[in-house]
């Protein structure tokens, strides 16, 4: 069981590119999350999904997009990056239902310049 | 608005002594309560957590204390050992919205 894993660890961008984050779980999880975490904060929710073909908007959505198409899968698309998404990008994922406790991924360290 | 808070941004504590980080919320529609554990460049991990009907949780050497009339739980972690040195965050869910708010974080230090 690898758990929740993301790629890539590390990523420069330029301000204006656009790339994406991947995030693959392998618990069979129906709930996934994406946070991010600026320097001596806590985790803020971008998006969150409860199933596949199911996604919504969490605290801090602006300038980000996501899919999940499958249960495994949950990419988090940048589009024209600026530099106040450099941050740590964080994939989570949860059974759900009763069970609260998410699980994280390693994470994706971002820098926009 | 910060929902959940984490008043001391580091801890230090001798080796074998109690740690106590603590965490203060002020929505009283949070419904379970979550400690996390944090390494430098890995993800958080789940340590314990505690539902708001109970007011404590054991697990081994980690107790969560809920006082909900103070709107403030804790986590003590007794003995404290060099590697329980990490971040700690808590973490809150809504009973309306189901999603997890998170404290800022405590940084913790055992010294041997």
């Known amino acids: 069981n690898a758990g929740v894993t993301q790629t890539p660890k590390f990523r420069i961008l330029k301000i204006g590119q656009s790339m994406t984050l991947q995030c693959t779980q392998d618990m069979n999880h129906n709930y996934m999350y994406w946070y991010r975490q600026d320097p001596g904060m806590g985790l803020k929710l971008i998006y969150y999904s409860v199933g596949a073909g199911i996604t919504d908007k969490g605290e801090v959505p602006n300038g980000y997009n996501v899919s999940r198409s499958t249960t495994e899968d949950f990419p988090l698309r940048l589009e024209l990056a600026a530099p106040s998404q450099t941050s740590v990008y964080f994939c989570a994922s949860s059974p759900g239902q009763t069970i609260y406790e998410q699980y994280f991924g390693p994470g994706t360290r971002l820098t926009v310049t | 608005d910060q929902q959940v808070k984490q008043n001391s941004p580091s801890l230090s504590v001798q080796e074998g002594r109690i740690s106590i980080l603590n965490c203060d919320y002020t929505n009283s529609m949070f419904d379970y309560f979550l400690w996390y554990k944090k390494y430098p460049a890995e993800g958080p991990t789940f340590l314990i957590s505690?539902?708001?009907?109970?007011d404590k949780n054991e697990d081994g050497r980690f107790t969560v204390f809920l006082n909900k009339s103070a709107k403030h739980l804790s986590l003590h972690i007794v003995p404290s050992q060099p590697g329980d040195s990490a971040v700690y965050f808590c973490a809150a869910r809504s009973s309306n919205t189901g999603k997890l708010i998170f404290g800022q974080g405590t940084t913790l230090q055992v010294k041997p």
């Open positions: 505690i539902s708001s009907i109970k």
